[in-house]
């Protein structure tokens, strides 16, 4: 149907990006590529009235429009629903190093130009001059049959440094190589000191990316790459690279406690190198989550090299004083503390008593401070194994 009223509107429409990229590596490599999670369409050509007229033929709504001329599109069609990004041809202007582009709308060539890597420049027609035409001008097709990730001029990371983190993703997502233009625009950016400028949340933004958007089982190697292409540092992110392994095994360990929100936080905190937290600045964070995680780190390092000798409930009642998200970064910083700490959040955080406070007043217990301290009791008698059910809770109150 957008074909159909491309065609009568005389507005070229195509597919581009990850779209064609993967079609095309499939029937390269006969590779399982996932499905595309999203459609690139663009169209070369006045994108509102287009929708206008497409969602007055077919059930749909524009959910988003962006200042970049593009719309994110539900359309719901045979009791499906399709999300769809309608994009307009458009040409980008770069006016200072690492800031965002100035776009305008353009020719289908300059929309191909103003791309990250030559494998996402290639572009399939829809409709007339170019219907059912691959359109490569920048060889992207040979690249994609080398396996190599090129940028398509030498100033792009100048221009946008979250391509070089893009560009990583690709390497390591297909199992492909850097081209020497890569690591020559690399240069570019370093002499530039372009990643410096990059905003903090255009930074954590493309390190979520990794979390979220990459197969779990990629992750070492996503951080290897970046940490051996010096990019934290050049980013003046000062990070740990031996949190590595703990921040990677404790994100598996939690798959279904915690939210994906959360997940990425921890994930951010994790990475940094817990002697200069304050490099948390340069993400984003604001004071006073920097300020809380300074203070709970110095809780945890005053206990630090009696941990051993601490008993499991003295242990417990330091956990609780330490919101989740934070806890489960300190024990990405303290391995010492990390066997407990799972197991605590897993299991004794939620051992609850099976009596109720009116249970135990019906029990004779008196109201007041005492209901408290008892239930407290049985909770860490359980815990700790000496009691397991309502029939032992009973008993252990009658004694008290
Ligand atoms: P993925 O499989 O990771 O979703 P994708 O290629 O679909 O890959 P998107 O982030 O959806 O990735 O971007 C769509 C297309 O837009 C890319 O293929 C690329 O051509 C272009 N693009 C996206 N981000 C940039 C950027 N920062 N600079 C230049 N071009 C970009």
Same mark, same amino acid.
């Given at each position: +149907? ?12 195509? %597919? ?6 993967? *079609? /095309?590596?499939?029937? @390269? *490599? ?52 399709? +999300?769809?990004? %309608? ?19 353009s020719h289908f060539e300059d929309d191909i130009l ?7 420049? @290639?572009?399939?027609? !829809?409709?007339?001059? *170019?219907?059912?035409? /691959?359109?490569?001008l ?9 396996? /190599?990730?090129?940028?398509? *001029? !030498? ?12 560009? $990583? ?8 190589? =850097? ?23 255009? #930074? ?18 996503? #951080? ?6 010096? !990019? =934290? ?5 000062? $990070? ?9 095994? +404790? ?25 200069? #937290? ?15 995680? $300074? ?16 008993? /499991? ?30 197991? =605590? ?50 008993? !252990?109150?009658?004694?008290?």
């Open positions: +149907l957008a074909r159909d009223i491309s065609k009568k509107r005389r507005e070229f429409l195509y %597919f581009a990006g990850g779209v064609v990229r993967d *079609y /095309l590596l499939k029937r @390269l *490599y006969k590779k399982r590529i996932p499905k595309p999670k999203d459609l690139d369409l663009v169209l070369q050509g006045n994108l509102k009235s287009f929708l206008k007229e497409l969602l007055e033929k077919v059930k749909g709504q524009i959910l988003f429009e962006s200042q970049f001329l593009t719309y994110k599109v539900k359309i719901n069609l045979n009791g499906k629903e399709f +999300l769809i990004d %309608f994009i307009t041809a458009r040409k980008e202007i770069y006016e200072d190093i690492a800031k965002l582009p100035k776009v305008f709308a103003r791309r990250d890597f030559t494998i996402n420049a @290639l572009i399939i027609g !829809l409709s007339p001059p *170019y219907e059912g035409v /691959l359109i490569d920048v060889e992207g097709e040979e690249d994609l049959k080398k396996g /190599l990730i090129k940028p398509l *001029y !030498l100033n792009s990371f100048v221009d946008d440094p979250t391509r070089i983190f893009r560009g $990583i993703r690709y390497k390591i997502r297909f199992g492909f190589n =850097f081209s020497e233009d890569f690591f020559l625009a690399l240069k570019k950016c370093f002499e530039k000191s372009a990643l410096k400028k990059l905003s903090g949340t255009r #930074l954590a933004n493309e390190l979520k990316l990794y979390l979220t958007k990459e197969p779990e089982k990629n992750l070492k190697n996503l #951080l290897m790459t970046t940490y051996e292409l010096n !990019l =934290f540092e050049e980013a003046e992110l000062k $990070i740990n690279k031996k949190n590595f392994n703990s921040l990677i095994s +404790l994100l598996k360990e939690l798959k279904g406690e915690i939210s994906e929100r959360e997940k990425e936080k921890i994930f951010l905190f994790g990475l940094v190198d817990s002697r200069f #937290l304050e490099s948390l600045y340069r993400l984003g964070f604001p004071d006073s989550e920097i300020k809380e995680l $300074i203070k709970y780190k110095k809780l945890i390092e005053e206990n630090l090299s009696n941990w051993e000798k601490l008993s /499991l409930w003295e242990k417990i009642k330091i956990f609780e004083k330490i919101p989740s998200i934070y806890l489960l970064t300190l024990g990405i910083y303290f391995p010492k503390i990390k066997k407990d700490l799972i197991k =605590f959040f897993k299991e004794y955080r939620k051992v609850k008593p099976e009596l109720t406070g009116e249970e135990l007043i019906k029990l004779g217990v008196k109201e007041g401070k005492e209901i408290g301290a008892l239930l407290e009791l049985i909770r860490k008698e359980k815990i700790e194994g000496k009691i397991k059910n309502e029939e032992d809770e009973k008993n !252990l109150v009658i004694q008290f």
